[in-house]
């Protein structure tokens, strides 16, 4: 019996060890998971020469009454947790429903990715996530140079995000370089795939569906390298019905019994990254929902508008200075916004993005604005005028 029991032991100690070397235990999948963030303060009423001139889709802190502002305070939850398994979660801790509610905890990503295939380059993604649509809607906005997205491309979709499955695909050394773009302060959009696919709901983040047939989306996007420098172009459209809900419509507006309204765009998108000269444009048109005040109705009415940012990367040391500026053109309505409101904005903004290290980051942006936007009860308002606009942002 000993002599077994000796055996036994020796056996033990032989499939724990190799050559003397103890073999680790397995990592459990708890211990892959990772947590970052982001915090993002604002003041907009600096030298400020009109207090009616808003966005609420940029910032509820534009204008009168608006003060210091967290717009952004996110914790991001992430963790290849097996070798074709890997999830995200990102609530916003600062999330603004109106001008005066602010503050609120809300998810803003909850998706796992299922792996199709050994090395990951064919995926699906389930769950609340960025709907593949625009270069700048899939940048994060933490490293966004400009402070808010532009209102031609975001106007598709609120909060960039909505319920859905989407099929990504990418080889391996495309993937790496789309993690590089970002790890290396190059401003990427992260990995979204080369060509991606997919069924969303329609209505926009944290809304619920309000009717039985799906948005489907298709995006092609590739980056590659011309001398030391690297430049990504990509073309993306999606369609599908929108349903304007009953708390998105003024008492008095017309509109068709159904509140289904056609919404389809295609956009392209250029890309030169700042290496140390970077240019940034996109364009879209479309269809969509929009007010006709003439009529007092929302009707399908045509779309259009892009933008174009230029930037130029510079390091002192350990400090990153950025100087950027960008254009930006918008006519056609908002369907997220009430009465789906009426939209013509001209922008133009420069500033300065300064990294004294890669924890802290200061912008500062002087904002020239001339913007229409009306519905059933604000009609004929044109607001224009100028302010500037800053940003402490903490990376942890």
């Not at 009423?45 to 204008?63: F, H, I, K, M, Y």
């Not at 795939?193 to 039985?212: D, K, L, P």
């Not at 879209?284 to 230029?310: C, H, M, Q, W």
Request: glycine share 8%; net charge positive; with cysteine.
């Amino acid at each position: 019996m000993r002599q077994l029991l000796v055996l036994f032991s020796f056996y033990l100690f032989l499939s724990q060890s190799v050559l003397g070397q103890t073999v680790p235990p397995k990592k459990q999948w708890f211990e892959s998971i990772q947590l970052r963030g982001y915090m993002q303060v604002r003041y907009n009423r600096l030298l400020e020469t009109n207090p009616l001139l808003q966005c609420a889709q940029c910032d509820r802190s534009w204008g009168d009454n608006g003060g210091f502002f967290i717009r952004r305070m996110r914790l991001i939850f992430s963790g290849q947790i097996s070798e074709r398994v890997y999830f995200y979660i990102q609530p916003d801790l600062a999330s603004n429903p109106s001008s005066t509610a602010t503050q609120y905890a809300q998810i803003r990503d909850a998706y796992v990715d299922v792996g199709l295939d050994a090395k990951n380059e064919f995926r699906l993604r389930v769950g609340q996530s960025k709907v593949p649509f625009g270069f700048e809607n899939m940048q994060s906005s933490q490293n966004r140079i400009p402070l808010d997205r532009n209102d031609a491309l975001n106007s598709a979709v609120a909060n960039e995000r909505d319920l859905g499955v989407f099929f990504y695909w990418a080889p391996k050394n495309i993937r790496t370089l789309f993690a590089s773009l970002v790890n290396d302060g190059l401003k990427g959009s992260g990995d979204y795939g080369v060509f991606s696919f997919g069924a969303y709901n329609g209505q926009t983040a944290n809304r619920a569906e309000a009717n039985n047939s799906p948005h489907i989306v298709s995006r092609f996007s590739y980056p590659f390298a011309v001398n030391k420098q690297i430049v990504e172009m990509g073309v993306q459209a999606y369609t599908g019905q929108y349903i304007l809900t009953p708390d998105l419509i003024n008492a008095g507006v017309k509109l068709p019994a159904t509140r289904s309204f056609l919404d389809q765009r295609i956009a392209s998108s250029f890309v030169l990254y700042p290496k140390p000269f970077g240019i940034q444009a996109e364009y879209n048109i479309g269809r969509g929902p929009r007010f006709n005040k003439v009529s007092d109705s929302v009707e399908v009415s045509s779309l259009k508008g892009g933008y174009i940012t230029a930037s130029y990367k510079t390091q002192k040391g350990k400090h990153v200075i950025i100087p950027f500026s960008r254009y930006q053109y918008y006519q056609g309505g908002k369907k997220h916004e009430m009465d789906a409101m009426a939209y013509d904005v001209k922008e133009f903004e420069v500033g300065v993005e300064w990294q004294p290290n890669k924890n802290i980051e200061l912008v500062t942006m002087y904002t020239f604005s001339d913007r229409r936007f009306e519905s059933f009860k604000n009609q004929n308002n044109q607001q224009k005028g100028s302010l500037l606009r800053l940003q402490l942002q903490l990376n942890f």
